[in-house]
């Protein structure tokens, strides 16, 4: 499936995507700075292999929801026990 509109990449797919990646590895990892930092890391390397440097905003974004998602695993975790 190609994607003609980004906005849909960068609104939609990217952000679910980011959620869902920090909860399964906050849940395997069991440390929040390191998901942060790996998110943080492969969304700031993506900004300058496929995208452009506006790209770098957007970089922040997807580093707070996958804070967001690190949160969200823990209290999963914390329910589990």
Do not use: H
């Amino acid at each position: 499936m190609i994607i003609e509109n980004p906005s849909v990449l960068v609104l939609f797919m990217l952000p679910l995507l980011t959620l869902i990646i920090s909860i399964c590895m906050q849940l395997l990892i069991k440390n929040r700075i390191t998901v942060v930092g790996v998110v943080f890391i492969g969304y700031l390397v993506a900004t300058f292999v496929l995208f452009n440097s506006t790209f770098l905003i957007w970089c922040f974004v997807y580093t707070g929801i996958a804070i967001t998602g690190t949160l969200i695993a823990d209290l999963i975790r914390r329910k589990r026990k």
